[in-house]
């Protein structure tokens, strides 16, 4: 028996690739597309490492070419539900007994094989299914997710090393359990990195998953999924369960071995989760643990010392890299009237030089919105400021689907600082500005705190640093992660551990030690050596 005690040094954040004209890994990259678009791929549902194919399929489309194909998936019935639930408690009971080296030397070849093998593979399947650009897809679908699993398993063994003190008499040990039963795993479209997270977190400390990948992401979903098993994931570990969320969830929140779930998405869905959760408490063999990451309405607050230029690139791409499609997209501004002739004119003319349209033209800065449904909702949010006499637009305000799902970056700004888009989630393109008078600083940073229900992310712009550092303390409960003279977008796993409160979810931090703390159930274990032997305490004697 190997009895080393192991600790994981932190690593280092995985190198991102330029993809220069001419270079090798451009390359290969635009290979791997041709060569994906050139085929169909058929996704089977994947349970106890077994492929179930159900006959009820949907199809997989590029959202900046919807009448393009890329394969179809099928969806799970509630026959194979019934497997998966009974797959993840079987493998439970060998897994959760693994020691968690092995577990995380798993996690570590899945890294590597990311980082060399399928690193074009994986990154093609992202910007075509979920339609992002070069940079986008590298930073996300290669990058972060090697990141996640590299950092968690340096992580855990931090969190493996704490134990309590032991006195005289007695031998005192804390043992890090895994959840007792199977964890649901629920993964958004925007993130391929999140996909994998959502599993891979819980699974490494021991956990196993039903995983419910986002219907519009399930050609990278799979190709992650069939990543694990080569890396030596076994089976049943991870089940996974392309399908609808109504017919997944029904079955698997009734369960009483229910013991988590790991959620990213909307809140109208998480609460949805946790209402049906709170309902059937009485069910369940353990109080499952309940961790989500929501919504945002993210903020950018200009001081009126910022410097305009620096205000207006990480306006710029803090709203519109990635379509807006990201939780921490900045949604609403506020610039000091000093400041916004010049903020203005800047942003129109990057927004004007901006390109838009096929993943595969690298001279797109912005491509497609993921679906039909998401681009009728950013329109009529668009249509509403343009009847409005408290808006205009200034800058897009177009959206054409006839091909894909574009909508053009849009700038609105309006007179009322409650304005509708200021206040609520929108999800694509469109960022509203709100202009305040210099001298009501104050004023207008109370507004932005009161504004949204949410609490994701936000930044503040100033050359003045104890202004900033001032209105840092003001805003300290209206972002979990906050930047100074930067974009609200782009936390790095290792660096800035992502998360919110308020209605932006639990706040658990996915990139640190606080999410992986949740997927387990310490046990404290106490041996006395000379147990006593008379009931009487000694002055009675």
Request: hydrophobic letters at 40%.
């Amino acid at each position: 028996m190997n009895n080393a005690i192991y600790n994981f040094n932190a690593p280092a954040n995985e190198p991102i690739f330029e993809y220069l004209k001419g270079s090798k890994e451009r390359n290969a990259l635009f290979e791997e597309l041709n060569r994906q678009l050139s085929r169909t791929v058929e996704v089977p549902c994947i349970i106890g490492g077994k492929e179930y194919y159900t006959g009820n399929t949907s199809n997989i489309i590029q959202p900046h070419n919807h009448q393009h194909k890329l394969g179809v998936y099928h969806n799970v019935t509630e026959k194979q539900l019934e497997l998966a639930v009974k797959s993840a408690l079987d493998a439970h009971r060998i897994w959760s007994d693994l020691s968690w080296t092995v577990r995380a030397s798993i996690l570590l070849k899945a890294a590597e094989l990311i980082s060399g093998k399928y690193r074009y593979l994986l990154s093609a399947a992202t910007m075509l299914g979920q339609s992002k650009n070069i940079y986008q897809s590298e930073i996300d679908s290669v990058c972060e997710t090697i990141d996640f699993l590299k950092y968690n398993s340096f992580f855990a063994s931090k969190i493996y090393e704490m134990q309590p003190a032991s006195t005289f008499n007695q031998l005192n040990k804390m043992e890090f359990r895994p959840l007792e039963g199977f964890v649901f795993t629920v993964s958004p479209f925007n993130f391929t990195a999140i996909a994998s997270n959502l599993n891979m977190a819980p699974v490494l400390m021991g956990n196993t998953t039903i995983w419910k990948p986002a219907s519009t992401s399930v050609l990278s979903n799979y190709i992650l999924m069939k990543i694990f098993m080569e890396a030596g994931m076994p089976d049943g570990v991870i089940n996974f369960v392309p399908g609808k969320g109504s017919t997944i969830g029904r079955r698997v929140l009734s369960d009483p071995m229910l013991a988590g779930i790991h959620f990213t998405g909307s809140n109208h869905t998480f609460n949805s989760l946790w209402r049906q959760v709170t309902e059937t408490l009485p069910k369940y063999r353990s109080y499952p643990r309940m961790v989500g990451e929501t919504g945002g309405k993210d903020f950018i607050f200009v001081h009126p010392s910022a410097d305009p230029l620096e205000v207006a690139v990480g306006a710029v791409r803090g709203a519109f890299e990635y379509q807006g499609q990201k939780c921490s997209a900045a949604s609403r501004m506020y610039v000091p009237q000093s400041l916004w002739p010049i903020v203005k004119s800047l942003m129109v003319d990057m927004c004007h030089d901006m390109k838009m349209g096929d993943v595969t033209d690298s001279d797109n800065f912005m491509n497609a919105v993921i679906d039909e449904a998401s681009f009728d909702n950013i329109m009529n949010y668009i249509e509403y400021a343009k009847n409005s006499t408290e808006a205009q637009i200034i800058c897009g305000g177009n959206g054409n689907k006839s091909t894909g799902f574009f909508v053009d970056a849009t700038i609105i700004e309006t007179t009322n600082p409650y304005f509708k888009t200021m206040e609520e989630e929108i999800f694509g393109p469109v960022l509203t500005v709100w202009v305040y008078p210099d001298q009501k600083l104050t004023e207008a940073v109370d507004i932005c705190d009161k504004t949204s229900p949410y609490g994701l992310t936000g930044a503040v712009f100033s050359r003045d640093r104890v202004a900033a550092s001032v209105i840092c303390e003001k805003l300290r409960y209206a972002a979990g992660n906050f930047y100074i003279n930067d974009k609200p977008t782009g936390a790095i796993v290792g660096l800035q551990p992502f998360g919110g409160s308020r209605a932006s979810g639990t706040n658990d931090k996915a990139g640190g030690e606080f999410n992986l703390i949740r997927w387990i159930s310490p046990r404290t274990i106490k041996e006395t050596f000379r147990p006593a032997t008379e009931y009487k305490y000694g002055y009675m004697n």
